[in-house]
């Protein structure tokens, strides 16, 4: 079992993905393509693999298939890269999620929002204050929309909690994720979460969030991986020939519609040859016209 000490090292450094979720034609989990899926992606180097994430469709798992989902993922990564699972929700949903995680051999949880209800700084402590107590794995916090929490409020859950050992940031403000950075210094690890973190990546890496979890990994991992390597070396010749020629026209794509973010990604890997089925409502697929819009920036890419 990897202790969350061990965790927050691993993400401390080197690039992070979510692997997308397999349904078939009728919208069920697709175990033996989704372990495929883990199979083709743990090579390729990533440090650590979200599974049942945002873009795993967390939100549209049913409680059966969410174990199946972490436990086949686990089961295809074969070790060669840890598995941190999704867990969000209602408070005891995602206390059911982090056992079930744990007693699948996830490496840690990443804890996505309480979804529809509005909470106060004090209710989304305790919320995530439960799930800590409710695990021994590492917890990552998951700033999103509607749950978000201050650098003293984090700090106090730090101290009460030592499996929380990271902060990702899918908010994009700066000053917070400066404030909560100041703060809590070494004690977390901290990753950039925005979709498409490519875009932001660089202005994070200055503001000392060097790691992020990339979506396009799941169809371009070898770009995916050579963006990175460039961010972190401060090739901004590599960085901006990237940003010009596949993400900012990507982006022009994923901004049509709400819920592009993941779609998107979806559609790519089907792309690729690794077809992971469709999203599932109320997300919808990318129409004709966009696909092949697709199509043509990843082949200017070149093999992947």
């Not at 927050?8 to 919208?27: C, K, N, Q």
């Not at 004690?187 to 979709?195: A, D, E, I, N, V």
């Not at 790519?268 to 696909?291: S, W, Y």
Request: glycine share 10%; with cysteine.
């Amino acid at each position: 079992m990897t202790t969350p000490f061990e965790l927050r090292e691993i993400l401390s450094d080197g690039l992070l993905s979510f692997p997308v979720t397999d349904f078939d034609a009728e919208g069920r989990f697709n175990a033996r393509t989704y372990a495929q899926r883990l199979e083709w992606l743990a090579p390729y180097g990533a440090s650590a693999l979200f599974a049942a994430g945002g873009t795993g469709e967390l939100f549209s798992l049913s409680g059966s298939e969410y174990g199946d989902v972490i436990r086949t993922a686990v089961q295809g990564a074969r070790g060669q890269v840890p598995i941190l699972a999704g867990a969000g929700g209602p408070t005891n949903t995602a206390i059911a999620m982090a056992r079930e995680a744990e007693a699948a051999g996830a490496a840690g949880l990443l804890l996505l929002p309480h979804y529809l209800t509005e909470a106060s700084e004090e209710g989304i402590a305790a919320h995530v204050s439960q799930v800590c107590q409710s695990t021994k794995l590492g917890v990552v916090f998951y700033a999103r929309a509607n749950s978000q929490l201050n650098a003293e409020t984090l700090a106090r859950l730090a101290d009460r909690h030592p499996n929380l050992i990271g902060f990702k940031d899918g908010l994009g403000d700066i000053e917070k994720m400066v404030r909560i950075r100041r703060k809590l210094g070494d004690r977390f690890s901290y990753l950039g979460g925005l979709p498409t973190a490519e875009v932001y990546a660089e202005a994070y890496r200055a503001l000392g969030v060097p790691v992020y979890s990339s979506a396009v990994f799941n169809f371009i991992p070898k770009t995916a991986v050579e963006f990175f390597r460039a961010v972190s070396t401060g090739d901004t010749a590599t960085t901006g020939r990237l940003l010009d020629s596949f993400f900012l026209p990507y982006l022009d794509i994923r901004n049509r519609r709400k819920g592009y973010a993941v779609s998107i990604v979806k559609a790519g890997a089907k792309l690729v040859g690794h077809d992971a089925g469709p999203v599932r409502a109320p997300l919808t697929d990318l129409t004709g016209e966009e696909m092949e819009q697709l199509k043509a920036l990843i082949d200017k890419l070149g093999p992947q």
